[in-house]
């Protein structure tokens, strides 16, 4: 058997966002952690991965010994939380299903938003700090090298990371196909709402130029400008501001349209006509429809976007199928390794290695040396056998003694690396 | 030897084209590098069959309608290679404005290709001047054709909320609008040097200035297309959709007085007839 590859974790589908939080671990408190899976019976290499998306221990067990509900107890001991207040949301996962997710994680095929960019670096992050806290070993390190390696395929053979999923997402690659540069747009959030705020987060960070907040109670705006390291305007001034900002995101609770299109077309004139994108996310809608037939205006609601993104959907859909398919043959390859890290094919390998080089060599000799007696030849041949008995004989102890304590692959790579067995 | 090198660059410039529409069908951004690379050999075999037509003739190698239409096919390819390399993402042009490169080149090739002797009312050094300016002032309109063209498409699609596969191959509306006003800028200035190094060179052949003979009056219409479009894009900010309209209108008008006014119209430019 061999070393068994886990992972034990919850993410955003399977777990509620009050659950995550009260798993999710602070980067100080991971040094802890590490030593605390280490002293789990039969782990012998760790790694963990903590977003506001999800949650995930990795571990390498010793064959035979893999006891996912040991995780599950350091993960309710650790955050002092019952096990069976987070039970019902936990996926484990073992062997090529593990590695599987693993490679779908950092390709951002697990992602909430498919194909987005972040977690390749949140991975990547999670993987210094095992390795900071030396917790990983040559199988969590082979692995994480793999799956970056992994993602970067899937980003340029596939173009998942192109196709817009999420509603802001969306909007964003809208705006950029209106503005080109976003780096030179002005962008004004009107009202508040997780929605919004979302959309908000998401154009900063596509590098906006300014963003300006204005919420019907004043407090809440400064609030928010503060976050987003923005501008709050009063309520009753931001129609002034339609002149200068380019986005519009609109999110009040009111039950008229609060944006008519006498107002955006008179901004339109002070503006020169440069274009507008209004982006309506209220239900009922704060922009009247009439703005989207204005020159140079573009309006979208929520009904709109949510449009864009099933077009989008299917498209991905197709590339997601690519994507899939790259992982398949990499897990493939990546078991194939892990199998051969193994002991007993290894001692074989070697032993066929040594022979078939014996054999050559012997052949050869022989070849040459016309004139020996039948004796003789039986005499060179024992002698070959012994020497290569003999030569392989401290590998051979060293390969066995390691598989009984348990740290053969290091050795077994070592073994292999020398003898060019791969 | 000058008409098999003219083949030749036609032939590449048509490879390059059906590659542009192939890039259309699988966007692979590496197709824009190789039609890039095909357009730009195409041209440097086109440029040298001015030189080739210039040794030959013993003149100025753009005085006929042959040699005006394979001039106009290589200031657009000409300028459509600086867009390449300069302009990030703008590249998708290809696929708009190779086929008008072929589709004149080969026209060029469907008239008398002979070398004429030039009719001694011609020579005169304002004869290079003027057939320059006038020829890649209207290469460049024909690049702002293509480029309204594909605006409108965009703008269509982002206005009536059909973002697809198409959407995402055009560049943004803001790049296209930008990249129009720039080239008119370029343009403007020398459709009016044509113009006016036109009628000093009228003035020299004719006697006259300004005879309103077809040709003139159809360039001043032209003319005063663009001017009121470059007027009030400064003035009042026209944009978008408008100026793309415009800037179609106007390219018409470009070919109506390049072709037109030779097939349908008789008057003092009759040398750059059909036949």
């Known amino acids: 058997m061999r070393d068994l590859i886990t992972v034990v974790g919850l993410n955003h589908k399977t777990a509620p966002v009050e659950v995550r939080e009260k798993l999710s671990f602070q980067e100080s408190q991971l040094s802890d952690s590490f030593s ?3 002293q789990l019976q039969g782990v012998k290499e760790s790694a963990i991965l903590s977003t506001c998306n999800r949650v995930e221990v990795y571990t390498v067990f010793k064959s035979d010994t893999s006891n996912t509900e040991d995780i599950l107890t350091f993960l309710s001991e650790f955050h002092q939380v019952p096990v069976e207040t987070f039970k019902d949301c936990i996926y484990a996962l073992s062997d090529a299903h593990a590695i599987r997710h693993i490679f779908r994680v950092a390709s951002s095929l697990d992602s909430m938003v498919v194909g987005e960019p972040q977690i390749l670096g949140q991975f990547k992050d999670a993987y210094g700090l095992a390795t900071q806290n030396k917790a990983t070993g040559l199988i969590l390190n082979r692995l994480f090298h793999k799956a970056f390696s992994v993602a970067k395929r899937v980003r340029t053979e596939t173009r998942i990371a192109n196709s817009a999923v999420s509603i802001s997402f969306a909007a964003v690659e809208l705006a950029k196909k209106i503005f080109d540069d976003l780096s030179a747009c002005r962008v004004l959030l009107i009202g508040a ?6 959309a908000a987060k998401h154009f900063i960070n596509a590098g906006i130029y300014e963003i300006y907040i204005t919420n019907r109670t004043f407090n809440r705006a400064i609030a928010l400008a503060e ?3 923005g ?9 002034a501001l339609f002149e200068k900002v380019d986005i519009i995101l609109t999110s009040t609770g009111a ?4 944006v008519t299109a006498d107002v955006v077309a008179a901004a339109m004139k002070k503006r020169k006509n440069r274009p507008m994108f209004f982006i309506d996310i209220a239900v009922p809608r704060d922009v009247e429809e009439k703005v989207n037939d204005l020159a140079n205006v573009y309006l979208y609601d929520i009904d709109d976007l949510k449009e864009v993104v099933t077009a989008n959907q299917q498209e991905r859909e197709k590339e997601a199928r690519k994507a899939e398919a790259i992982i398949d043959e990499e897990v493939a390859q990546f078991l194939h390794w892990l199998d051969n890290l193994e002991v007993v094919p290894t001692i074989k390998q070697l032993r066929d290695h040594a022979e078939a080089i014996r054999q050559a060599e012997l052949q050869k000799t022989l070849g040459k040396l016309k004139n020996l007696s039948e004796k003789d030849k ?3 041949e024992r002698l070959t056998q012994a020497i290569v008995n003999k030569l392989l004989h401290g590998p051979s102890v060293m390969l066995k003694q390691t598989e009984q304590n348990g740290a053969g692959s290091a050795v077994v790579e070592t073994i292999r690396k020398m003898f060019n067995l791969d | 030897m000058y008409l098999y090198i003219t083949i030749l660059a036609l032939a590449l410039y048509a490879i390059g084209m059906t590659l542009a529409f192939v890039y259309v069908a699988s966007p692979k951004p590496h197709y824009l590098k190789w039609i890039g690379k095909i357009l730009l050999i195409g041209f440097i075999f086109h440029t040298f069959t ?6 030959q003739a013993g003149r100025f190698p753009i005085t006929n309608l042959h040699e005006s239409l394979t001039f106009f096919a290589w200031g657009l390819t000409l300028f ?5 390399y300069k302009y990030k993402g703008i590249s998708v042009l290809f696929s708009f404005a190779t086929p008008i490169v072929v589709l004149f080149l080969l026209l060029s090739l469907s008239v008398p290709t002979g070398l004429f002797p030039l009719a001694p009312i011609l020579k005169s050094i304002w004869l290079p001047i003027h057939v320059i300016l006038a020829f890649l002032g209207d290469a460049i309109f024909a690049l702002t054709f293509c480029i309204s063209i594909m605006y409108l498409i965009q703008e269509h699609r982002i206005k009536k909320k059909k973002i697809g596969k198409m959407t995402s191959l055009l560049p943004s509306l803001t790049l296209l609008d930008q990249l129009n006003y720039r080239l008119l800028t370029i343009g403007f200035p020398l459709l009016t040097l044509g113009i006016i190094t036109g009628s000093i060179w009228a003035e020299y052949a004719w006697g006259s200035y300004w005879s309103w003979d077809p040709k003139e009056t159809w360039s001043l219409i032209t003319w005063l297309v663009y001017a009121a479009l470059l007027h009030q894009r400064l003035t009042v900010g026209w944009r978008g959709k408008k100026a793309a309209w415009v800037a179609i209108i106007g390219f018409g008008l470009i070919l109506f007085t390049f072709l037109g006014v030779n097939l349908l119209l008789s008057g003092l430019h009759s040398y750059g007839r059909w036949s």
């Open chain 2, 80 to 84: 459509l290679l600086i867009l390449h």
């Open chain 1, 378 to 380: 039986q005499a060179i």
């Open chain 2, 50 to 55: 001015f030189l080739l037509r210039y040794y």
């Open chain 1, 255 to 258: 039950t008229e349209p609060i």
């Open chain 1, 36 to 38: 605390l899976l280490k």
């Open chain 1, 193 to 198: 709402g997780e929605m919004c705020e979302l």
């Open chain 1, 227 to 229: 976050d987003f390291g």
């Open chain 1, 231 to 239: 501008q709050a305007v009063p309520f009753t001034d931001y129609a």
